[in-house]
């Protein structure tokens, strides 16, 4: 069993890549067979394993939770009472829950057995910089 | 390893926080470092780790599960066809597969590696009392 | 310890039980207490545990999606830029973000800790018949 936490510094809501610091940790560890497990944190930020071939789909995913929860001044979310940190808050509590604050991913033959076309990415929900902390478990 | 099973008897829809029944089975356990795994044995309810300090942010959270998927009475859920359970039975099948089934947290120097603001809640999508269980893994 | 891959021929978005898949994993194993993780190897498809009792759950949870996340020729979705691998794709990548990549279930006395009412299914988000992989580790 191995642990270690990584720091990202965000600079806005958007998808920050981070496979290669899991693939390290990985490597570096030498076990043939496992379970990487990742949990960020925070509450306004969260995981996600998306494509990470064409930029557009990481684009789309992004406008698709802005669309489905706006910034609190916008007149859709009237109904918000939490209000006190800003309008880029709120929605940010609610794609953290709509989407993981853990995931766990099997090594297999010492790698990770990732897809061939997926990447891990930090999803930050605020719109100023964040240093977020991410805790990697690499169990049995 | 070690396991246990807690219970937490709920009174209507919202979010009811276990932190410190974690918190404990780990504490009792002893274990320096592991991964503790939350699963919830129910497809109407949910787990969820969300901001402990403002009130607020939890009741704009139901809320905004509320609005995106409303009682299957309400006129723009028509085209549901579940309805021998409820209006409260399809929306909160829904709420359950947009939250989360199973949690991972990594435990570090004998404690869970929560962030400052983090509580972990069982989210309950039903509307009358039900008895929910919840199933505690240490593992390594 | 132990891990195995499984595929899933899909026809067409919907779910497909793999219940007894990894019920058979578990038993094969002899390991009387653990945690099963399931882990899927794409970005267009995920994982879901949902009611296995009544089939129009599963009808009105893949209904609930396309209404969130319509296919990209869909007015609604003009906004999509993502468009090069058919109307479908944008949205299965979207909802694949909603729902989840991994999953863990303990294993209590020899069988997995599943609810009365729970099944696992993997959550096709693509049209075009697929051949999909699925991880299965067997931890402690």
């Given at each position: 069993m191995s642990q270690s936490t990584i720091r990202i510094d965000t600079t806005g809501q958007g998808l920050y890549e981070f496979t290669r610091d899991a693939t390290r940790f990985v490597a570096a560890n030498g076990a043939d067979a496992g379970l990487l497990t990742l949990f960020v944190r925070h509450t306004s930020c969260s995981l996600l394993i998306q494509?990470?071939?064409?930029?557009d789909v990481r684009r789309d995913l992004d406008s698709f939770f802005r669309r489905l929860a706006?910034?609190?001044?916008?007149?859709?979310?009237?109904?918000?009472?939490?209000r006190t940190e800003g309008p880029d808050d709120m929605p940010a509590h609610i794609k953290a829950a709509l989407t993981a604050v853990s995931l766990s991913i099997p090594v297999m033959d010492g790698r990770?057995?990732?897809?061939?076309?997926q990447g891990i990415y930090l999803f930050e929900h605020r719109d100023r910089p964040h240093r977020r902390e991410i805790v990697l478990h690499l169990g049995r």
């Open positions: 494509e990470n071939a064409d930029p706006p910034p609190s001044d916008d007149p859709v979310m009237r109904w918000v009472t939490h990770l057995a990732l897809g061939t076309w």
